[in-house]
């Protein structure tokens, strides 16, 4: 009808990971810890981690169907820097550039995964004084 619009409104969620291991299978419990199986619509719709492809390959080789609808994204900085052109799979499944609801219309990044690295990183900065608190009453 004249005098109507429409729009189209795109909900994401994205989660960035700093985990200090290089083993796959401490990410994957952690993720069923935050995002439990119990409650799948809590995953969210984009994990961002500088180790996805492992994470990715790790979880199809064991079967683990559980994160089959979230995508694996290696941030921006390290599928540049870091990852190998040549490592096919990467390129395939976890390239930023190869999901386009990442890109704004003006072809910027809709999420800074820089920014969130960094924060991730203040963040820890703060982890081993927290460990060390203890509960107030």
Known sequence: AEGQHSVAVRFY??????????NTHPIQ?????????DYPSSL?????????????????ASGDLY???ACWVVD????????KA???FCQKYCNPAGFP????????????????EQANTWYGAFQALVREMRRVK
């Open 13 to 22: 969620t994205f989660i960035s990971l700093r985990v200090r291991s290089s």
């Open 29 to 37: 419990a952690f993720l069923k810890a935050v995002f439990p199986p």
């Open 44 to 60: 969210p719709c984009y994990i961002f981690y500088d180790n996805a492809c492992q994470v990715l390959i790790h979880l199809q």
């Open 67 to 69: 994160f089959h609808q």
């Open 76 to 83: 921006v900085f390290h599928s540049y820097e870091k990852h």
């Open 86 to 88: 040549d490592h096919q």
């Open 101 to 116: 609801d990442l890109r704004s219309e003006d072809e910027n990044w809709t999420f800074n995964s820089s920014a969130a």
